[in-house]
């Protein structure tokens, strides 16, 4: 994320901070999720340089600081497990259509990155038609629920998550069934948001909503 095209594979700042914070206490294992962020990266902080990384570890590794610090404890009553499923439509513009998908994928005029996009694009349209759902699970621990969402949910989702809970603290989680790629809410749809990641079609907000609804309720 602090910068692209070197042609390495790297844990970047974020494995940095984590590693770190690893060493404050070697008897805790420390684990990193990335939460709904589809929109949101390192942004204003990050410049593309090198030197910037190690300035986005510290500040990702300070904010690790303060949350542990601030950290509330309460007994483990119950530990309970949750899942819906839900479906999501394909997006409907030309260039994604089966046929558009197969020349891409074909034409081998075609840079590598494009090809394996229309493979990607491909998949998820005959996943979709096949009627495959996507899993939602959550686990509640009573004061707290952890939600997987689906692709690169856009972080109103995850403020949605815990709207739909007020009254506990939700972590919401990103990046589980990865097929759909971006998923915009209706506000995001309608200012014209498109991308190369973009699978889904317009509406799908209502359906993330009933979900996450549906699967942080607690059953009788």
């Known amino acids: 994320m602090s910068y692209y ?4 594979v790297s844990w970047d700042f974020v494995g940095i901070a984590r590693n770190r914070r690893r060493h404050d206490n070697t008897a805790i294992q420390q ?3 990335t939460g709904c962020a589809g929109d949101v990266t390192a942004g204003k902080y990050n410049d593309g340089s ?3 990384r190690l300035r986005l570890a510290e500040r990702l590794y300070q904010a690790m600081v303060k949350a542990w610090d601030g950290t509330k404890r309460f007994p483990l009553r119950q530990v309970t497990f949750r899942n819906t499923q839900l479906t999501l439509e394909f997006h409907p513009a030309a260039h994604l259509t089966e046929a558009a998908l197969q020349r891409d994928l074909a034409d081998s005029k075609k840079t590598v990155e494009a090809r394996i996009l229309a493979a990607l694009g491909l998949s998820s349209r005959r996943r979709v038609a096949a009627g495959r759902p996507i899993d939602m699970p959550c686990i509640d621990f009573g004061r707290a629920q952890i939600v ?4 690169e949910s856009f972080i109103k989702y995850q403020l949605m998550a815990q709207q739909l809970r007020p009254d506990s603290f939700v972590m919401a989680i990103a990046y589980g069934e990865c097929w759909p790629g971006y998923i ?3 506000a995001e749809f309608e200012d014209a948001f498109t991308d190369k990641w ?3 079609a317009p509406g ?3 359906r993330m909503r009933a979900a996450l609804r549906r699967v942080l309720t607690p059953r009788p």
Do not use: K, M, Q, R
């Not at 095209?5 to 390495?8: D, N, S, T, V």
């Not at 997987?148 to 692709?151: A, D, I, N, R």
């Open 5 to 8: 095209g070197a042609g390495g």
């Open 31 to 33: 684990i990193y999720v």
């Open 50 to 52: 090198h030197a910037n």
């Open 148 to 151: 997987l969402l689906p692709g």
């Open 184 to 186: 915009p809410t209706d």
């Open 198 to 200: 973009l699978w889904v």
């Open 204 to 206: 799908s907000e209502t």
